[in-house]
């Protein structure tokens, strides 16, 4: 399994902007499906955005897209999650997680990632 690490949370007020990063034991993730999940408090886990490593495809949650946007570096071991037009109602932990690219589009479901971040608080308050 991957050492995965998230950073970049924080607190922000609606409408405002932080950026998620996510790097993976430094190994290349251009073999993985990288997604971004977040969980409120008495709330399941949902998966926000995805991508797939050597494809680039991606995929975004209805409540985010539009929003939201990831991307990974040139080199491919760290991705990006940039949270724009911030609402209170995506307050919540940020967790990075990994999984085979092959599981392609289905890549916000959590069910197929097998390494996971510990997370990262994201607060929208003004």
């Known amino acids: 399994q991957l050492q995965i690490v998230e950073s970049g949370g924080g607190l922000a007020q609606p409408g405002g902007s932080l950026k998620l990063s996510c790097s993976a034991s430094?190994?290349?993730?251009?073999?993985?499906?990288i997604g971004w999940f977040r969980q409120a408090p008495g709330q399941e886990r949902e998966g926000v955005s995805c991508?797939?490593?050597?494809?680039?495809?991606?995929n975004h949650a209805d409540s985010v897209r539009g929003r939201f946007t990831i991307s990974k570096d040139k080199a491919e071991k760290t991705v990006f999650l940039e949270l724009n037009s911030l609402k209170r109602e995506d307050t919540g932990v940020y967790y990075c997680a990994a999984a085979s690219w092959r599981i392609g589009s289905m890549c916000l479901q959590s069910q197929y990632f097998t390494s996971w971040g510990r997370g990262t608080p994201v607060t929208v308050s003004s």
């Open positions: 430094g190994v290349s993730l251009s073999d993985y499906a």
């Open positions: 991508i797939v490593g050597g494809s680039g495809t991606y």
